[in-house]
């Protein structure tokens, strides 16, 4: 397996636009999850799927943000409309069961 | 979900010296996860501890899972320039929420 594969690796967008982040979890994991990590606010859960539901969305920050897992090998996380405040690096990680989680690349997005 | 608490925030060490993190939760965890980030990549699973009081070595590097269950503890010995990163750890009750992490620098 290729691991957790996330795309894009690095996007700049211009406030106002939408993005969408990209994964593709381990093949056989059911749960997955999305993060986001910045210098002031740490690693930041923002939500996480098991079995393709969405158990806990707490973590999103605001009505701007929404992801989707339609099947069990691809997840989305967009960001409509995008704000400078919204530059961080987001990482997806999939596990299986209560084991350890595998992090993708990280896609680094930068809102200008 | 839990909240987990990590100290410090930085550590500077000489090469050789030892280094200790803490993780402590505000709930009683299933079981704790440490992971370990290299500076510019992505978080790394190092170990999972999940009985009360366990202790798990790996070489230089021993981790410890409290007897309630609401603490843990990275302590590395002798440390080595390529011990440099950041650590974390990660309270797992399905959900998997980090520690603030602990930044580690070794100077040579």
């Known amino acids: 397996d290729a691991g957790v594969i996330q795309s894009p690796r690095h996007e700049v967008t211009e406030m106002g636009q939408e993005v969408t982040l990209r994964c593709k979890p381990i093949s056989g994991h059911d749960y997955l999850f999305w993060y986001r990590q910045t210098m002031m606010r740490g690693l930041e859960l923002l939500i996480y799927?098991?079995?393709?539901?969405?158990?806990?969305d707490s973590g999103m920050p605001e009505d701007r943000f929404s992801a989707k897992m339609p099947n069990a090998s691809f997840s989305t996380l967009k960001i409509q409309p995008s704000e400078p405040r919204d530059s961080a690096v987001y990482f997806c990680?999939?596990?299986?069961?209560?084991?350890?989680?595998?992090f993708g690349q990280g896609t680094r997005l930068t809102v200008v | 979900g839990q909240q987990v608490m990590q100290i410090p925030q930085y550590q500077h060490v000489q090469e050789g010296e030892d280094f200790t993190t803490y993780c402590n939760s505000s709930t009683t965890l299933s079981n704790i996860q440490w992971y370990k980030q290299r500076p510019g990549g992505h978080p790394v699973f190092l170990i999972q501890l999940v009985k009360s009081g366990e202790v798990k070595k790996q070489k230089r590097l021993t981790f410890q899972f409290g007897e309630a269950k609401k603490n843990s503890s990275l302590h590395i010995t002798a440390t080595q320039t390529t011990d440099v990163g950041t650590y974390f750890c990660a309270g797992n009750n399905n959900d998997m929420r980090f520690g603030a992490g602990t930044r580690l620098t070794v100077k040579p």
């Open positions: 799927f098991n079995n393709n539901v969405p158990i806990d």
């Open positions: 990680a999939s596990r299986a069961g209560n084991t350890e989680a595998f």
